[in-house]
């Protein structure tokens, strides 16, 4: 009788939704980070939510929101706790929404590309990114893709945390619109057309 039941509730388990998709934009919360280099996942995540007139909603360990697209379901995250912690919020949402990781992309800042460069991969090395270090401690490996957004490295020695936390200058911010699009549209793309279809499209900025 016991296996039986066993049988049953084994067979109502939900399995993962292939058609659903985690796209998460790294960043830290409050105002005084808005318009920063770190932030630039959030950017990207917020301009989605945008061109699809989706509503954030603030929620456990994170703001919220979700759009359809091409048969396919989006839902974006922006942790809300701090980057270096950003694993326990994707952990979370990835369990509550039954994702793969195979369905989930992190898009982040990169102070090893040049500005205006972007890279899409399916799992690599944190490369010295907390929060990138952090999702890999919590979610069990860096087997996820990932879109690094370049933000250069124009900082003198010991200055990185004041570059990395510090606004956009003038020049980056006539070409960042622009930029922040590219990445969106690369994050729908993954989505549609999968992570190696979209790399040899996208990776060429």
Not at 30 to 44: I, L, M, P, Q, S
Not at 116 to 121: A, C, D, I, N, S
Not at 152 to 179: R, T
Not at 189 to 203: K, V
Request: charged share 25%.
């Amino acid at each position: 009788m016991f296996e039986w039941l066993k049988k049953i509730f084994q067979k109502t388990e939900i399995e993962p939704d292939p058609m659903k998709y985690l796209i998460v934009g790294l960043g830290n919360i409050g105002a005084k980070y808005d318009n920063t280099r770190h932030n630039v996942g959030f950017d990207v995540v917020d301009h989605l939510a945008k061109e699809f007139d989706a509503s954030w909603k603030v929620d456990n360990l994170g703001s919220v929101a979700d759009f359809k697209h091409k048969g396919r379901t989006f839902i974006l995250l922006k942790p809300s706790t701090y980057m270096n912690l950003s694993g326990k919020s994707v952990r979370y949402w990835l369990q509550k929404h039954k994702i793969e990781k195979s369905n989930l992309l992190v898009i982040l800042d990169d102070l090893n590309l040049p500005f205006g460069k972007q890279r899409l991969r399916g799992k690599g090395s944190d490369g010295g990114h907390n929060g990138l270090k952090d999702i890999d401690r919590m979610c069990g490996g860096n087997n996820y893709a990932r879109l690094r957004f370049g933000i250069g490295n124009d900082y003198h020695k010991g200055q990185q945390a004041n570059f990395v936390l510090g606004e956009w200058n003038g020049e980056e911010q006539d070409q960042l619109s622009e930029l922040v699009k590219y990445a969106g549209d690369t994050a729908k793309a993954f989505g549609t057309i999968g992570l190696q279809h979209t790399m040899s499209q996208f990776n060429k900025k």
